[in-house]
């Protein structure tokens, strides 16, 4: 079975630009959180979706919004991009919250 | 407020000793969630371990065994006779739901392990 996929891997982004970032749970897992970690810290709740709701939501302005699509895909969106948004972003999903959380290999976007 | 604290920034150790990874955690849930993930450099975290928090019974897997003690609110982590391909980061995570956290994981900075040969 495929596990967590995130698309892309790397981007590269210029400050004031907006990306989406995607991912695939592990099918027939209906909770799909995302993460961001920055380099030399622990990753950083942004949102949890179960059921495509969100269920909760991170210390983060509101410039990173996201969706859960009815195949519990999921996108991240950033907009107008700073320096500091430069970090790994990580898509974790499990069949419930609380449960056991897998993630994918992240994203690695980079503002310059 | 849910806080995980590894207070080991970095670990260097030879090949074949015996490693511990400390964690510490803060939390005013009566049930919650523990959990150990490991990070190689290709940035993938691993799933390790999950321990709910009725569930002091320390466990073995092969090399790797924990100890989760809530009196001390301490969920450590040993690799016994390590090996190079053990040389990750190591977090720990902690995760409830109070305050409406519905179970997010709370992560620590993390542990450096380096084994070298």
């Known amino acids: 079975d495929a596990g967590v996929t995130q698309s892309p891997t790397h981007l590269i982004k210029t400050r004031g630009q907006h990306v989406t970032l995607r991912c695939s749970p592990i099918?027939?897992?209906?909770?799909v959180s995302w993460y961001q970690q920055v380099l030399g810290q622990g990753p950083q709740f942004i949102f949890q979706?179960?059921?495509?709701?969100?269920?909760g939501r991170g210390n983060f302005p509101d410039r990173f919004s996201a969706r859960q699509f009815p195949n519990y895909s999921s996108e991240l969106n950033v907009n107008a991009l700073l320096l500091g948004d430069s970090a790994l972003y990580l898509c974790?999903?499990?069949?419930?919250?609380?449960?056991?959380?897998?993630f994918g290999q992240g994203t690695r976007l980079t503002v310059v | 407020a849910q806080k995980v604290t590894q207070a080991q920034t970095e670990i260097s150790v030879v090949e074949k000793e015996d490693v511990t990874l400390d964690c510490v955690y803060e939390?005013?849930?009566?049930?919650?969630?523990l959990f150990w993930y490991k990070q190689p450099p290709s940035g993938e975290l691993v799933f390790l371990i999950r321990?709910?928090?009725?569930?002091?019974q320390n466990e073995i897997s092969g090399r790797y065994s924990w100890n989760f003690q809530k009196s001390t609110s301490s969920f450590n982590f040993t690799i016994t006779a390590s090996q190079v391909v053990d040389s990750a980061v190591y977090f720990c995570a902690l995760s409830g739901n109070s305050g409406g956290s519905n179970y997010k994981l709370t992560f620590g900075k993390g542990t450096l392990l380096t084994v070298n040969p």
């Open positions: 979706y179960y059921e495509k709701e969100e269920r």
């Open positions: 099918s027939g897992h209906k909770s």
């Open positions: 939390t005013r849930d009566t049930t919650y969630y």
């Open positions: 974790a999903s499990s069949l419930e919250a609380g449960q056991k959380a897998f």
């Open positions: 321990r709910n928090s009725f569930d002091e």
